[in-house]
């Protein structure tokens, strides 16, 4: 008779494998939760009875958790849900339920990222404070061509708003009426906000239009500004 594995001992020996190859032994919880709340951004810091419980095979991670682990460690997230047996009454079912959701969303967003990378249109992803959290390649390319610090400075990390705001030349006008729109948005005064401006580079003289929305999922809710290419830009055009 086969015996399967609860999620709980899958889960803790992916884990100790994993921090074993990294620091030629198993840590300890101390050692453990340190280096995992030092990584714990958007998520709960955990506590060393968790970390200890996490090692010892007594608890599963949460799956905002378990996204940390990947990242950090990058530990297989199927290895937390193999093997195991449908008939399984323990009471860890919602946290591999969780694991599994996790999972299949992880899967989900690799294909959206994949195939936001291969549309022309320059797309962000900002939280609700205006930081950008994700470029596509469109995006991240115009940035770069069009800065001299590798298009640091439109891209992660960077706060699209007070780009915005801080613009003191002739496109004023165009991004305090965006950086307003996008304000809109997040407060849910708008469900949608679109603009139409004119660019001017060494390389090209053209109208954009932006479109500015929002989306949720289990993580959050997000904004999205997307720039299109509208048309040809006149000199007479202003």
Same mark, same amino acid.
């Not at 709980?8 to 050692?31: C, H, Q």
């Not at 297989?76 to 009454?89: C, E, I, L, Q, W």
């Not at 996790?102 to 291969?118: G, I, K, P, Y």
């Given at each position: ?83 195991? +047996?449908?008939?399984? @009454?323990? /009471? ?6 969780? $694991?599994? *959701? ?5 899967? &989900? ?61 002739? +496109?004023?006008?165009? @991004?305090? /009426? ?6 809109? $948005?997040? *407060? ?5 906000? &679109? ?44």
């Amino acid at each position: 008779m086969q015996h399967h594995k609860k999620p709980v001992d899958n889960f803790s020996s992916a884990l100790t494998d994993t921090l074993r190859n990294r620091y030629g032994k198993v840590p300890s919880a101390a050692f453990f939760m340190n280096e995992f709340n030092i990584r714990a951004y958007g998520t709960k810091f955990i506590s060393r009875e968790t970390a200890r419980k996490w090692l010892k095979g007594l608890a599963l991670p949460k799956a905002s958790a378990l996204q940390i682990l990947v990242d950090w460690l990058n530990i297989n997230p199927v290895s937390v849900f193999a093997m195991t +047996d449908p008939k399984d @009454s323990e /009471s860890t079912h919602t946290d591999q339920d969780n $694991v599994r *959701a996790w999972h299949e969303r992880r899967s &989900s967003d690799q294909l959206a990222l994949e195939a936001l990378e291969s549309v022309a249109p320059r797309i962000a992803v900002l939280d609700l404070q205006g930081k950008i959290i994700l470029v596509n390649q469109a995006w991240r390319n115009m940035a770069f061509a069009n800065s001299n610090d590798g298009g640091k400075h439109l891209c992660e990390g960077v706060n699209y708003l007070t780009l915005c705001d801080e613009i003191t030349t002739f +496109d004023k006008v165009f @991004s305090q /009426s965006m950086a307003k729109g996008i304000r809109e $948005v997040i *407060a849910n005064v708008k469900t949608h906000y &679109s603009l139409k401006y004119p660019c001017y580079t060494p390389k090209e003289r053209r109208w954009y239009t932006v479109q500015v929305t929002s989306y949720s999922n289990a993580d959050g809710r997000y904004v999205i500004v997307y720039h299109e290419t509208f048309g040809e830009l006149e000199d007479n055009s202003l």
